[in-house]
């Protein structure tokens, strides 16, 4: 286990005319995350992702919980979780006015790393970062940029690394990139702490995830066994009476969910349960507009453990 | 925890090296000063320039320790915002290294401008006792490292840029007024010259008259060293503090 984390609170105090506002960003949550995983924090904006990863990379001090992170304890020895720590942030840390191999090579120093250019040269290697690695910061493009971010959370080769949202605000070439290289960490045995608020990608990269609604752990396991939880298959429907076809359809399904005029019919056998649906509606006399039947992601884990769609909140946030 | 702090001096004085513009304009106010208000100060007091510049230039160089903790300052809320000082911030780096090492490099580059304000003026005529110029680079240093820990602690305890311009604009021109810098306090009615005691800057400003004119001995110089000394030592803990609230 190289994190193991149980009932980790945070709750934020802000102070201002109008009075103290607290918020409750984080509110027991629980990980155990194996040697050598992959492992996803997946949720809305505001969930508490970050706060979590902050935590548990010793930024912020927990309000209550304790956690092992790669072997010692967060609260009595952060000095020690830091040395086993790669820890890339959502803003990168980059800077502008340096070389990416400048930086890395500090980085590698801070960490004393023994042979701290021939490390950086390694890990802009493995980066494919040697030809950008002595132009200054601010003419790297947003894909390059994150790259070198990783890097300077890798030079020291910490066995546990923290990608805080790795991919926002990548165009899919360079997310599809990224992806690859954080499966390779994998290989080389690196156990990786991500967190997202991208379906796709909690399903594409992890080994295991949690999925996070309001500071609260909602669901974890394979992305696999969550969706199976759910069903095999979604049929969306939409219809002028979803309510009367929802009760239609019960029969046939796991479960059955309406939004508006929209009706998602859970199933385990799609194509072979398809005709059987067609039929029940067409002797209501229910009048179809579009139908649709695809594999559960999980977007349908979500919807089933918060009654909300990721894609929702997320465009809302 | 001292390896730690000369690794962060050195990277950071390679930076601010590789591109000097930002230090030299640090020292343009001082040295505009110098080149337009000296010279109307001197007409005024009816004494050549070569004469007056013994008593105003040491004034230009705490304008310049001054306003470089503006400077600094955004710097820091730069790294803040770019996630630079959070990276820093999950290693094994000890934290007040983390601002040690970049107050240090405000102290030695405050170093090196004062260098070339005190060539400017040497230039413009300036008479000038050499040891006293000497214990003045130090004097401004330390008055940097003070005004370093001001822009640090309000960059990382406000962090906010509007906020500490405010405040920066607030405080910028009673306190450079008040230290006498620009006119020397001897001008000030007496109310003034007892506010100006309490004006930190006040006290460089007099000792440093006094170590160019060559009055080593004058007791205003051990006054500003211990006065800048206990500042220094106070806003510089307060920044590595603020440091800590932000980053465990």
Same mark, same amino acid.
């Given at each position: 286990?190289?994190?193991?984390?149980?009932?980790?609170?945070? %709750?934020?105090?802000?102070? &201002?005319?109008?009075? %103290?506002?607290?918020?409750?960003?984080?509110?027991?949550?629980?990980?155990?995350?194996?040697?050598?995983?992959?492992?996803?924090?997946?949720?809305?904006?505001?969930?508490?992702?970050?706060? %979590?990863?902050?935590?548990?990379?010793? #930024?912020?001090?927990?309000?209550?919980?304790?956690?092992?992170?790669?072997?010692?304890?967060? #609260?009595?020895?952060?000095?020690?979780?830091?040395?086993?720590?790669?820890?890339? &942030?959502?803003?990168?840390?980059?800077?502008?006015?340096?070389?990416?191999?400048?930086?890395?090579?500090?980085?590698?120093?801070?960490?004393?790393?023994?042979?701290?250019?021939?490390?950086?040269?390694?890990?802009?290697?493995?980066?494919?970062?040697?030809?950008?690695?002595?132009?200054?910061?601010? %003419?790297?493009?947003?894909?390059?940029?994150?790259?070198?971010?990783?890097?300077?959370?890798?030079?020291?080769?910490?066995?546990?690394?923290?990608?805080?949202?790795? *991919?926002?605000?990548?165009?899919?070439?360079?997310?599809?990139?990224?992806?690859?290289?954080?499966?390779?960490?994998?290989?080389?045995?690196?156990?990786?702490?991500?967190?997202?608020?991208?379906?796709?990608?909690?399903?594409?990269?992890?080994?295991?995830?949690?999925?996070?609604?309001?500071? #609260?752990?909602?669901?974890?396991?394979?992305?696999?066994?969550?969706?199976?939880?759910?069903?095999?298959?979604?049929?969306?429907?939409?219809?002028?009476?979803?309510?009367?076809?929802?009760?239609?359809?019960?029969?046939?399904?796991?479960?059955?969910?309406?939004?508006?005029?929209?009706?998602?019919?859970?199933?385990?056998?799609?194509?072979?349960?398809?005709?059987?649906?067609?039929?029940?509606?067409?002797?209501?006399?229910?009048?179809?507009?579009?139908?649709?039947?695809?594999?559960? *992601?999980?977007?349908?884990?979500?919807?089933?453990?918060?009654?909300?769609? #990721?894609?929702?909140?997320?465009?809302?946030? | 925890?001292?390896?730690?702090?000369?690794?962060?001096?050195? !990277?950071?004085?390679?930076?601010?090296?590789?591109?000097? =513009?930002?230090?030299?304009?640090?020292?343009?106010?001082?040295?505009?000063?110098?080149?337009?208000?000296?010279?109307?100060?001197?007409?005024?007091?009816?004494?050549?320039?070569?004469?007056?510049?013994?008593?105003?230039? /040491?004034?230009?160089?705490?304008?310049?320790?001054?306003?470089?903790?503006?400077?600094?300052? !955004?710097?820091?809320?730069?790294?803040?915002?770019?996630?630079?000082?959070?990276?820093?911030?999950?290693?094994?780096?000890?934290?007040?290294?983390?601002?040690?090492?970049?107050?240090?490099?405000?102290?030695?580059?405050?170093?090196?401008?004062?260098?070339?304000?005190?060539?400017?003026?040497?230039?413009?005529?300036?008479?000038?006792?050499?040891?006293?110029?000497?214990?003045?680079?130090?004097?401004?240093?330390?008055?940097?490292?003070?005004?370093?820990?001001?822009? !640090?602690?309000?960059?990382?305890?406000?962090?906010?840029?509007?906020?500490?311009?405010?405040?920066?604009?607030?405080?910028?021109? /009673?306190?450079?007024?008040?230290?006498?810098?620009?006119?020397?306090?001897?001008?000030? /009615?007496?109310?003034?010259?007892?506010?100006?005691?309490?004006?930190?800057?006040?006290?460089?400003?007099?000792?440093?008259?006094?170590?160019?004119?060559?009055?080593?001995?004058?007791?205003? =110089? /051990?006054?500003?060293?211990?006065?800048?000394?206990?500042?220094?030592?106070?806003?510089?803990?307060?920044?590595?503090?603020?440091?800590?609230?932000?980053?465990?």
């Amino acid at each position: 286990m190289i994190i193991d984390a149980h009932g980790l609170r945070k %709750t934020f105090t802000t102070r &201002s005319r109008k009075g %103290t506002q607290t918020v409750e960003a984080v509110r027991g949550v629980d990980l155990e995350v194996g040697k050598g995983e992959i492992f996803g924090v997946l949720g809305p904006n505001g969930a508490g992702k970050t706060t %979590t990863i902050r935590m548990l990379a010793t #930024l912020i001090t927990p309000d209550a919980g304790t956690a092992t992170v790669a072997g010692h304890d967060l #609260l009595k020895a952060p000095g020690a979780v830091r040395r086993n720590l790669g820890y890339v &942030s959502q803003a990168g840390g980059v800077e502008e006015s340096t070389t990416p191999r400048a930086q890395i090579i500090m980085a590698a120093k801070i960490h004393s790393v023994p042979d701290p250019a021939g490390a950086t040269a390694d890990v802009l290697a493995r980066f494919d970062l040697t030809e950008i690695a002595d132009r200054p910061g601010r %003419t790297l493009s947003g894909g390059q940029k994150r790259r070198v971010a990783i890097a300077l959370g890798l030079v020291h080769s910490p066995p546990l690394l923290f990608l805080d949202e790795p *991919t926002t605000g990548l165009d899919p070439q360079n997310r599809a990139n990224l992806w690859d290289r954080i499966r390779q960490l994998r290989e080389l045995g690196t156990s990786v702490l991500l967190s997202t608020h991208y379906l796709d990608e909690a399903d594409a990269l992890c080994d295991r995830l949690v999925i996070v609604d309001h500071g #609260l752990v909602v669901a974890e396991g394979t992305p696999g066994a969550l969706k199976r939880e759910v069903a095999d298959d979604v049929v969306t429907l939409r219809l002028d009476e979803p309510d009367r076809a929802a009760e239609t359809l019960k029969p046939y399904a796991r479960e059955t969910r309406v939004d508006d005029d929209v009706l998602r019919v859970y199933v385990d056998d799609g194509e072979h349960t398809l005709p059987t649906l067609l039929r029940a509606l067409e002797e209501q006399r229910l009048a179809l507009s579009s139908i649709a039947l695809d594999r559960a *992601t999980l977007d349908d884990v979500f919807l089933a453990k918060t009654g909300r769609s #990721l894609r929702d909140t997320g465009a809302a946030a | 925890m001292i390896r730690h702090t000369l690794l962060f001096l050195v !990277y950071e004085l390679r930076n601010t090296f590789r591109n000097p =513009i930002w230090p030299l304009f640090g020292i343009v106010q001082p040295v505009v000063y110098l080149l337009l208000f000296g010279p109307l100060v001197a007409g005024a007091a009816g004494q050549p320039i070569s004469a007056q510049l013994t008593s105003f230039a /040491p004034g230009m160089l705490v304008i310049t320790a001054l306003f470089g903790a503006i400077g600094v300052g !955004y710097g820091m809320l730069y790294e803040l915002r770019s996630g630079v000082l959070e990276r820093i911030a999950v290693s094994p780096a000890w934290r007040p290294s983390i601002v040690l090492g970049r107050t240090l490099r405000d102290g030695v580059v405050l170093m090196l401008q004062s260098v070339v304000v005190i060539v400017i003026a040497l230039v413009m005529g300036m008479r000038a006792s050499l040891p006293g110029l000497a214990i003045m680079v130090v004097l401004i240093a330390v008055t940097g490292l003070f005004s370093s820990g001001i822009g !640090y602690g309000l960059a990382l305890s406000l962090r906010d840029e509007n906020g500490m311009a405010q405040i920066m604009q607030f405080f910028a021109l /009673p306190v450079m007024l008040l230290s006498g810098a620009l006119l020397p306090m001897t001008l000030a /009615p007496e109310w003034m010259r007892k506010v100006a005691v309490f004006n930190p800057m006040y006290h460089p400003v007099v000792a440093g008259r006094a170590l160019f004119a060559g009055n080593l001995t004058d007791v205003s =110089i /051990p006054i500003a060293f211990a006065v800048m000394l206990v500042l220094a030592t106070l806003t510089v803990t307060w920044s590595v503090r603020s440091l800590r609230r932000i980053a465990g």
